[in-house]
């Protein structure tokens, strides 16, 4: 006879979303969702309890992950992504069509596990841990992998907050130019707003998160590649566009329709990061330090590549087109 979960094991993935928001909202340079992992990392090593007893929150968490993607669409105003023009078209579907095949080929070349290497593709060329989130599915990714990919794309998209708009003012660059290099190189977009203050204020951060958002566009066409990345009958059975990133699609266009009112887009924003960090938790509790550290020079190498081609691509896709 089975037993039904206790509610506390039901509801553990929202409270720790609830908490990681808090502590991000305290620490802003930690992301909610990194926060999430940390706390599910915490309670899969110091608990005592069996990882049968951690499945019940594991599995609701899976299903918070992929109702935050799906919510993620409500995010992406079309309008202002298409007044990015065409120039800011080639810069974001250039950049992260060059990063994701130079992570894939390098990381392939360095021979790391396939689905890692599809993992720090997809979020150093999207957008960060959302899009390792969704890509996981397709990729058939361990747990461990994918807490290895969304540390590594934190962490270095956290450096970039500081080293890009030092390095815009070292080149010169013009306010607008170091904003489109902003939006279209790093990772989070929660990254990319903190970079684009630094830079230039209010005027900065929209012009860097309209062309960050333009990144996360990507998403469901970086899913289908990767699924078909690698191999085999597992990814012959990936559906092209699962549900949620169907659902992600179907968000973008509802925004689109001009229905969804300025507050209840405000308060989607809210859920949004709740699901997500939700999701993120459950990832943690797949966790074990002892499986994460050290991490191999090969994968640190890889996410460096990843980064300084994401960084190097875009400004000169930037300086070459007619965007400022």
Known sequence: MTTSPRPV???APALAGVVAMAVSSAVPLLGPMLVALALGAVVANASAAPAELLATPSAVARTCLRVGIVLLGLRLPLDDLLGIG?????????TVAITYTVTTVVGDALGIERGLVTLIAAGFS???????AAVQDGVRARQRHVAVAVALVTVYGTAMIALLPLAGRALGLSTEHAALWAGASIHEVAQVIAAASLIGGPLAVAVATTIKLGRVLTLAGVYAVASRRQGGEEATSAPVVPWFVAGFLVAVAVRATGVVSPGALGLAETVTTLFLAAGMFGLGLGLRVRDLWPLPAGVVALATVATVTAAGSSLLLILGTSLA
């Open 9 to 11: 094991l039901v509801v």
């Open 126 to 132: 999207v957008c960060g841990a959302a899009a390792i």
């Open 86 to 94: 065409l120039g800011g078209v080639v810069v974001v579907v250039a």
